[in-house]
């Protein structure tokens, strides 16, 4: 009896197995050519190099504080010595804030990605969803970003469809 149950089970759970369907996708793919996506990357590296640039003149500003202090120092009495210990390390606090503020976990950076990349991720999601129900997939894997997909075939490629769902000719 507990054999004729195994059974069963085994052929109607392969035959589960065997009735859903998978796809992948290529996010990097889509993403290179969706112009939405350029221009918002675009305008993020801009930012970024505005502000590393902002960055690296303070931090550049400081070393020659710093140079100029360490030839000086000798001659410097305690109380000026101390001022402008005081006055370096205040300046790079600030400047390491400004970092934190502009590229920090919560920064400027992380803000304007969410900002402008999210709604083009969600947009791409939803065009995932979109093929993967008129396809009857019950799964789509993203081949890019270091998955774990070991092996795919490319007729399994659904990225053009994806594409095609969101207007982007190629």
Known sequence: ???????????????????????????DYILENMP??????????????RWTKEIEERYA?????????AREEVLLPNE?????????????????EMQKMRFGVKGDY????????????????????TVATKRNFSFVFDKANQ???VYADPKMDV???????LGVKK
Do not use: C, H, W
């Open 1 to 27: 009896m507990k054999s004729f149950i195994l059974s069963i089970l085994l052929v109607f759970g392969t035959g589960f197995v065997f009735s859903q369907k998978y796809a992948y996708i290529d996010s």
């Open 36 to 49: 939405e996506y350029k221009d918002a990357k675009e305008k993020l590296d801009k930012l970024a190099e």
């Open 61 to 69: 500003q400081i070393q020659i504080k710093r140079d100029n202090f």
């Open 80 to 96: 000026e010595r101390e001022k402008r210990k005081s006055e370096l390390e205040k300046l790079e606090t600030e400047a390491m």
């Open 110 to 129: 992380f803000q304007k990605r969410q900002e402008l990349i999210k709604p083009i991720q969600d947009k791409i999601f939803e065009a995932i969803q």
């Open 147 to 149: 998955s774990n997909l």
């Open 159 to 165: 990225s053009n469809e994806v594409l095609k769902e």
